[in-house]
């Protein structure tokens, strides 16, 4: 059974940093894409970037461009999401998943499997 565990959220001032981590566990996941999602109270779940598993390929958000990282550890099956430059409107559940049908800015509905998120808040 795929599991996902997302860590490293917590409460942050505006212009700080923080690094997420996702635990990905149950099968290979070589040939998978894993993505990152975040979710603020009132809208939708919006995509932030996604990473292949097998060659390292990414795909951003125009909004994250230049301020996050995504990035993995073959070795320790874990993706990353390095946030600099933080700001209040990034405040929202940071959600890690994943999928082996493709690669590419996808909606939501394009993952399998889902993390149960970890909380990112940024004050002013």
């Known amino acids: 059974q795929v599991q996902l565990a997302e860590s490293g959220g917590g409460s942050v001032q505006a212009g700080g940093s923080l690094r997420l981590s996702c635990a990905a566990s149950g099968r290979t996941f070589s040939r998978d894409s894993m993505g990152w999602f975040r979710q603020a109270p009132g809208k939708e779940r919006e995509f932030i970037a996604t990473i292949r598993w097998s060659d390292g390929s990414t795909r951003y958000a125009d909004f994250v461009k230049g301020r996050f990282t995504i990035s993995r550890d073959n070795a320790k099956n874990t993706v990353y999401l390095q946030m600099n430059s933080l700001k209040p409107e990034d405040t929202a559940l940071y959600y890690c998943?994943?999928?082996?049908?493709?690669?590419?800015?996808?909606?939501?509905?394009?993952?399998?499997?889902w993390g149960q998120g970890t909380q990112v808040t940024v004050s002013s």
């Open positions: 998943a994943s999928t082996p049908k493709r690669f590419g800015e996808l909606p939501s509905t394009g993952y399998d499997f």
